[in-house]
């Protein structure tokens, strides 16, 4: 069974910077699509970006606006989730989704962000 483990998570002010990291059990991203997502308290689980890991390729959610860049080192095997000018409704877990052809779909347990006013 594929394992993705997020790191990164805290607490920040607003206005800072976090980065979010995910690994894979697996040692290497041979998937096709990678992604984070978002779940604030009450709320349900909402797509924040996805890359194509192949090409690198990343598509966004409307509320990033510019806030957030998904990266990748293929050296380290890391996918990465850098989040910019945060604000308190960014407050959530946040998870790492990989996805393989055939509906192969895996999850991390999350990291918790918080974001103080």
């Known amino acids: 069974q594929v394992q993705l483990e997020e790191s990164g998570g805290g607490l920040v002010q607003q206005g800072g910077s976090l980065r979010l990291s995910c690994a894979t059990s697996e040692g290497s991203f041979e998937f096709h699509t990678v992604s984070w997502f978002r779940q604030a308290p009450g709320e349900e689980r909402e797509l924040i970006g996805r890359m194509w890991w192949s090409g690198g390729g990343t598509r966004y959610a409307d509320f990033v606006q510019g806030r957030f860049i998904i990266s990748k080192d293929t050296a380290k095997n890391l996918l990465y989730l850098q989040m910019n000018n945060l604000k308190p409704e960014d407050t959530a877990v946040y998870y790492c989704?990989?996805?393989?052809?055939?509906?192969?779909?895996?999850w991390g347990q999350g990291t918790q962000v918080t974001v103080s006013s």
């Open positions: 989704n990989a996805f393989r052809p055939g509906g192969l779909e895996y």
